[in-house]
């Protein structure tokens, strides 16, 4: 079994930062992509930033130039830092990832998994 727990969201003003942090654990054999992905009140969930296993990225158009997401593979965690915070950017932001886990066969499976979810809010 794999976890992912969130942790840095809360309460800001338009225009500050908030850095979240998203850690893996349990049986993981490999991690591929990490990723944010942020659901408002009355919206559907949407992509935020990803992070591939190698370090390429992608940002949703909304975010490009403010946010900016990293890994640490060494602690299998996955951060992201928030800049220039709009009150359009209040949601719950989930991580999520794709985890390599081995199985009593000796076989890796590749299962997908999300965490609890991190309250972010905006102020104007």
């Known amino acids: 079994q794999v976890q992912l727990m969130e942790s840095g969201g809360g309460l800001v003003q338009a225009g500050g930062s908030l850095r979240l942090s998203c850690g893996a654990s349990g049986s993981i054999f490999s991690i591929n992509t990490m990723g944010w992905y942020r659901q408002a009140p009355g919206k559907q969930r949407e992509l935020v930033a990803v992070?591939?296993?190698?370090?390429?990225?992608n940002y949703a158009d909304s975010v490009k130039g403010r946010f900016t997401i990293s890994r640490d593979n060494a602690k299998n965690t996955v951060y992201l830092q928030m800049n220039s915070l709009k009150p359009e950017d209040t949601a719950v932001y989930y991580c999520?990832?794709?985890?390599?886990?081995?199985?009593?066969?000796?076989?890796?499976?590749?299962?997908?998994?999300w965490g609890q979810g991190t309250q972010v809010t905006v102020s104007s």
């Open positions: 999520n990832a794709d985890v390599g886990v081995r199985l009593a066969s000796g076989v890796v499976a590749a299962h997908n998994y």
């Open positions: 992070i591939a296993g190698g370090g390429g990225t």
